[in-house]
């Protein structure tokens, strides 16, 4: 498997949005504590919803790359998920409000919220290595080598993510703010996945 300079900016781009991923996982707890609190219950419903959202992403990205393997589809998927963490700081209080009237703050309410907060942005992202290692994958010699090291990269921004925001951002930063900024991220991501794809 050659290392070509656009196979290094793709997988350059998975560690980033691997980042954004689990930054953003951080950040919503900052959004559902003032409603529910820290507790372990929180977490639980948060992790949750990620690993689930993850699952479907995971799924329909290899279920849309076998139709149409084309960077651009991935950028489109990735550019919902960047207009969803943009217009969250403005929209989660209404809607949090709105659960809370409706379940109480309970489990159920605790795990929709999690699940109208970062579901659909997150199985937008999760959508991402399917399409990844089909682009890159040229023969199945190397389908393991490409695969291990999508994920590997992935999980590595995982890591970066968590920790960068948990201790550069959230202490410094407001809440909105880095949610905004994780969008620009997301979204730049998905511009550089499209200008990848109309230059194959």
């Known amino acids: 498997m050659r290392l070509s300079g656009r196979i290094i900016l793709v997988q350059a781009i998975v560690f980033v ?25 929180t977490w639980g419903a948060l992790i949750s919803t990620v690993l689930s959202a993850l699952m479907v992403g995971y799924s329909l990205g290899g279920y849309l790359v076998d139709r149409r393997p084309d960077l651009r589809l ?16 403005f ?10 009237q409706s379940f109480g703050d309970g489990a159920l309410a605790t795990i929709s919220a999690s699940v109208v ?3 659909v942005p997150l199985s937008c992202l999760g959508t991402l290595l399917p399409f990844v290692i089909r682009v ?36 410094r930063f ?20 499209y200008l990848l794809s109309i230059k194959r």
């Open 117 to 119: 907060l970062m579901f």
């Open 17 to 41: 949005l691997g980042s954004v991923v689990m930054g953003f996982e951080m950040l919503a707890s900052r959004y559902l504590f003032p409603y529910f609190g820290g507790s372990i219950e």
């Open 91 to 100: 929209l989660s209080k209404p809607v949090l409000v709105i659960i809370i």
């Open 136 to 171: 890159i994958l040229t023969d199945i010699d190397h389908a393991g080598r490409v695969a291990g090291l999508s994920y590997a990269i992935s999980t590595l921004g995982n890591i970066f993510g968590t920790l960068f925001v948990t201790f550069a951002l959230i202490p």
């Open 174 to 193: 407001p809440v909105s703010q880095v949610t905004e900024w994780l969008a620009l991220v997301a979204a730049s991501g998905s511009i550089l996945l």
């Open 74 to 89: 991935s950028s489109l998927l990735i550019a919902l998920a960047a207009i969803w963490l943009y217009g969250l700081p």
